[in-house]
């Protein structure tokens, strides 16, 4: 169950990841909070803090859990090289970012070293 929580804890930190590329302080800190309701768009402008906020939560909750069980070492690794590749994927697939072959390459080579650590001896 412990893995299950640190995949978990990969994706929040993914999403953590996003939460943050697309949270804007600035406009964040000029809301005007006593006409919060009333203005159009501010949600947009709070989605991502929230995010931030949760998804942060819920990552140091589930590493916290799988760390019970999984030597830290190992723990940290698989979650950053999870969140690593996902990150890579998910910017390369949905938001149309650039890419070569070699890009490929290293994400191949972390998912094999992400997988040697998963084995028991």
């Avoid at 159009?40 to 760390?67: D, E, R, T």
């Avoid at 996902?86 to 191949?108: A, N, P």
């Amino acid at each position: 169950m412990a893995w299950v929580y640190l995949i978990i804890a990969a994706v929040f930190e993914m999403a953590w990841t996003f939460s943050l590329r697309f949270m804007n302080v600035k406009r964040l800190r000029a809301l005007h909070w006593k006409a919060f309701f009333t203005q159009p768009g501010n949600w947009a402008i709070v989605w991502p803090f929230i995010g931030y906020i949760l998804f942060g939560l819920g990552n140091v909750y589930c590493i916290s859990v799988a760390m019970k069980e999984i030597p830290a070492s190992t723990c940290l690794a698989v979650w950053m090289g999870t969140a690593l590749v996902g990150v890579k994927l998910v910017e390369i697939i949905f938001l149309k970012g650039s890419y070569d072959v070699y890009q490929f390459i290293y994400i191949g080579l972390i998912l094999v070293g992400v997988v040697g650590l998963r084995k028991n001896p």
